[in-house]
């Protein structure tokens, strides 16, 4: 006899969060969620999501756990987006399949309700890019399951939230924003390993663990919608801002790196700036960390330490390993943060 | 017997602060101070700067008093700027008129230092364009004891402070940046009388006392050479926004003169973010206001305020009339300044 149990799917992967080095900020299609620029992105595999994903007879409905708190998927319109885009692409399969009669496509939509259960090792909703993780290792997991290839995983990730995507793969990532309508050149790139550039490390500030009071989804639309400088950023600044940053991470040319990192951190926070009504995502505190980063590079003459800050108040700060003594010792020095650094020096 | 005293020359004038619409950021020439950009300004004259400039004899050496206070001409640099230029001015006028013998003229090196006395109706320091009005104020007093023409006076403002000649006229006042390397067409043109828009009416808020951090004239240098944003503001952006601003003044359409105004102020805050090391001017005080502001707006579903920051905390609201006592009643309930509202629905 075969018991339901036999026809349980289950699968656990792990995914990194990512940092942003160059910043995405807009869509130029908000249902196929395609960005209106490229980015580039470092994932920090100390910092991700757990997630366990399964589907069955038994799973009756879809249903999201984040470190044990259901969420409500009506509210978080990720989950039910990207599941979607997963029924979507089975179902296309199967009608494909279905004339070469595939008996494992053909059953797929009777486990069409998923079970996802997401453990991160780092507080959620701190701004710490958790749902880019979590959302990411869900769209892996649907992978591995359905057996999709990387383009649609990216696809599926993409519609949980926009940079999630760049948390398929490790190290530094290039997502491309592509050119054609229907997104199929909207693509995620390996720039390098982790293994590249052994010496670089992370320090991941949490300054803030609320919410934060603008969405990102909200903010940039309202940017590509009244942002005047928006347009000649994503036409001229950015372009000369990946050419400079994939060569410098070629090189490892950390000087470069962090020249374009800390630019990028600043034009998209002028952005938000010249948005109508402005919008505000640092915090005094960050502003604090800004010179502080500034003052240390002054005072050793040379470019030592990088920050970017996303859509939020946390702060990251790049740097080599030999570096990491003296950075510590000025944060530890300069800076009352709420929390204990988050993670300390970690490798990238 | 002809006493000293006969041959001392005095006059009084006064001159307006001004609050720029169109925001002036960043020279095109540090020596003629000529700007990259237009900018079109109004001038608040019940704020002004009482100025009583004295020449003759017993002026042994140049002295400038403001409230009282005796000034570091060595590092108030401004002042030494201005004084050198009216003497280049009267030393070219006496070249030229040794020719026609004017006695007047070539007597004019005998008085060449300057005593100024200069009292405010406002805090100085407090980032309300004080050294505009003060610098106005000395140079057209300055214009009118040696009967120089208007081109003249601009000239002579500009080198105290570059905004400074903007306060040369009343109501609304365009600074034309020119294209001439030398400078002959960086002229200041009236757009409009103060009579023109009878109801409009500007609310200054004085949230901060102190010196700020990061001057306006290293602050703009830095933001000329580090901001890839900076020249599409000013070859794009500038010109149509003073095509709008200066259209709304004709039309005395508040809606758009609030819209344009409260873009500039968010652009070149916005500048200032894009600059490397980033700028800030604007405090946790300062973004209340802009948030009340535009809560204001859409309680009432209407553009019906508006705000303006220069480089520095200080808000300056404008509004028409009829909404003076809502607007004041929204600024008393929801804000703690540290001073009382400093100008309470001025007429501009």
Known sequence: MVTSSDRIKEVTVVAPINIALIKYWGKRDEVLM?????????????????????????????????????MDLDKEKGFLRLFSEVRRLTRKRKVKDSVCNDEDASNSDKFSKFEVMSETNFPVGAGLASSAAGYAAIAFALGKLYNFDESDIVRIARQGSGSACRSIMSGFVHWKAGIRQDGTDCICETVASPDHWKSLRAIVLVTLHEKKSIGSTSGMRQTAKTSELFRHR???????????????????????????????????????????????????????????????????KSTKLAYTFDAGPNCTLFLEEDFVPTALAAVKKYCLLTDDLFGMALNV
Chains 1, 2 share one sequence.
């Not at 999501?49 to 984040?66: C, Q, Y």
């Not at 600043?266 to 505190?285: G, R, V």
Request: charged share 25%; aromatic share 6%.
């Open 34 to 70: 395609l960005p209106y620029n490229d980015s580039i992105s470092i994932s920090i595999n100390d910092i991700c999501a757990k997630t366990r994903l399964r589907i069955g007879p038994s799973v009756t409905e879809d249903s999201v756990f984040v470190n044990g708190v259901k």
């Open 234 to 300: 994503v036409d001229k600044v950015i372009p000369e801002h990946v050419k400079k940053l994939r060569k410098a991470i070629y090189d490892k040319d950390f000087a470069t790196f962090a020249a374009i990192t800390m630019s990028e951190s600043n034009q998209l926070h002028a952005l938000c700036m010249d948005t109508n009504p402005p919008l505000k995502y640092l915090s005094e505190d960050s502003w604090h960390l800004i010179r502080i980063v500034h003052a240390v590079n002054d005072a050793v």
